[in-house]
Structures are given as C-alpha cells and as structure tokens.
C-alpha cells in the first residue's frame, strides 16, 4: 500500500483515545476517537496533537471526532480538547484545531426523547443527590450523562457537524468519508435501541421512577444496560485493510453488529486491527468471540485499573489464535493493580515463540502505532 492507514493509541490510562490516519502520508486524514479521562488530554492527547500540528499545519484538520460512548474515560479528553478551541476563539488567537464532524450518541436520544417521564427521571440521573462516591458507578453514570450533554453542547456552539444532523448515530449506515475512507457503522442497532427503550417506558411506570425518581436505582440499571449499547462500533476500511473499532461494547453486541451489516456471512470474520472492546476486560468477550472475530493486530488500550486487561482474555486470544500469527499491542507494560507482575506471570507460561507477540508502548512513548500501509513517520 503507497498510502497510509494507521491506528494509533495514545496513552490513556485506563480509558481509549485513538488516532486514525489514512491517505497521502504528505497530506493525511485524521480522526480522533475518544479522548480518555482526566489528565489523558494535557498529559498525552494535546502533545502528540501538537506534533501533528506542527507537521500539518494550524488549525489542524480533523475530518471526524467520534466519542464510542459516554463513559468518563472515553469523553473528557473530547471535552478538554473542545474546550481549547473555545478558549482560542475567545483570546481571537489561532484556532488549534478545525474539526468538520463529531459522532456521538447522548443518553437523552438513547431513551427516546423528552417525554414527561423521561425527563423526570433524567432529571434525577443527573443530580449527585444520594449517590455513591464510587466514580465507576452511579456517580460514573451521572458524570457521563452530564458529560454527553456538555460536548454535544460545546460542538454545536463551535458550529461543529453533529452527527450528521440525525440524533443518533446507529449500525447499518456506511459512511463514505473524505480520502476514500469508508467507515461501516454495526451498532448500536435499531432493534437493540428499541428493545431498550421498550424496557425503560416498563421500568419507569413499573418503579414509579417518573414520580418518584430513584437516582442510585435509575443508574445502577443504566450502567448494565445503555451505556454498553450505546457504543458507536464501527469498521473502518481503505485500500483493502480494516480495522474493527468497539468501544466498549459486549462481544455478543458486535457480532449481531456484523451479521447485520452482513460484514460476517459465515463463522468467521477477519480484520486486520481488532480493537479489543473494554480494555479487555473478560466480562465483554469470550473464546467464542475471539474465534469468531480474528485480527492480525489486536489493540488493547488499560493501565491495569478494574483489572484491566484481564488475563483471562489475553489466554481467549492465546486459545482462539492457536497457531496462528497474531500481535497483541497493549497501551501500558506497568500500571495499576499490579498489572506487571500479572503481565510476568501469564508471559512467563507461553512459550518463547508466544511472548513475542506481544508488544507494549514504550514508557517514553506517548503511543503506540500500527501501520497497515506506509509507515507514520510524524
């Protein structure tokens, strides 16, 4: 391939922040997919877009932002980001970045819109009253409801494209970008997105949520449920290469995806990127998936927080792949909960031949890039 095709993961703790470059690489493409948590932006994200910057030019183009989904480490550094902008056009300094479109579905089109008793109980969802300090549950569902409504707002005013002009961005449309990208969207799919909203209208009249909104319950059962649906998985292809995008979506999620799609036909689907969904946490995936969804390269971005990734997914892949060739690239080597020692113990099990497909970013490194065409230089 003479042109480029790249996915790049920065560092982004325990969250996603990816780089997709294609085309010219004198004159590439870019979208930015998810942002990462706090702290991703400054410390990662802004960096390696100021080095893009200085080779591309300012305002640096980014024909597609795309938020997966609302969860806080996939949306602050988005909003970090949009924030940038606002800040610049306020001071009238030069506007670091030109964004043309941003994808991105808010919990409020998830439920099917401001009903009398959607809004009550959206109104409780978005009070910190009586919920749990624990970030990565009920307070996590708030922050990310409030977040989604932030950006959204945020790109409008900045008279960024959003969406397209519909209010969801759903499985079966293929998208014909710029650079002669096409990115095939599998989910969320209409039918899951009603089924959702069906159980919703039953639990809202079922708990009495409209007239007595109970915040903790309403997002304990939004966690399980549309946070995981809502994610945006999409399949990007150029020159004959694809990459498998997921967010954080089930496994069983992205497979319907692609049978609908009609991308899977048979047993088996092949890409040559599949990013791992969740940061390879073992509740999203199984053996199954990853037989039925194989890669050449599989991403997993995590800094060992929640586990993740468990190694539990890294021997589905091992079990899965037998014989095959394969590479593993994982954001983080070290992190948190122990994760190189958990890393030592499982490489230390697989043959020689084995621990060499495994790679991990560099810890001077602000990323990790696979090439699938020329190689990224900047």
Known sequence: MSNLFTLEAVAA????????????????YLAVIDGGPP??????????????????????????MMLSHIDSDHIAGLIDLAKDIEKSERRGDDLPYDIFTLWQNTFDDIIGGPSPANSAALGALTSTAGLPADLHSAGAVVAGVRQGRILRDMSTRLGINV???????????????????????????????????????????????????????????????AFNLASIVCVAEFEGKSMLLTGDARGDFVIEGLRASHLLTGSRVHFDILKVPHHGSDRNVTTEFFRTVTADHYVISGDGKHHNPDIPTLWMIQEARRGKDFTVHCTYRSGKEDLETRLDDFLGQLPAAERRKYRFRGDAERSLAIDLGKQLVV
């Open 39 to 64: 702290g991703v932006y400054r410390r990662f994200l802004k960096p390696r877009l100021d080095e893009l910057r200085a080779s591309r030019g300012t305002p640096l183009p980014v024909d597609l």
């Open 163 to 225: 969406n397209e002009g519909d209010p969801l961005v759903e499985g079966g449309w293929t998208y014909a970008m710029d650079g002669d990208l096409d990115i095939h969207v599998i989910g969320p799919l209409r039918s899951q997105i009603d089924e959702f909203q069906e159980e919703w209208d039953a639990k809202l009249r079922r708990e009495g949520w409209a007239q007595n909104p109970d915040p903790a319950a309403i997002a304990s059962y939004t966690d399980k449920s």
């Open 13 to 28: 703790k325990e969250g996603d922040a990816l780089l997709l470059h294609w085309g010219d690489p004198d004159d590439p």
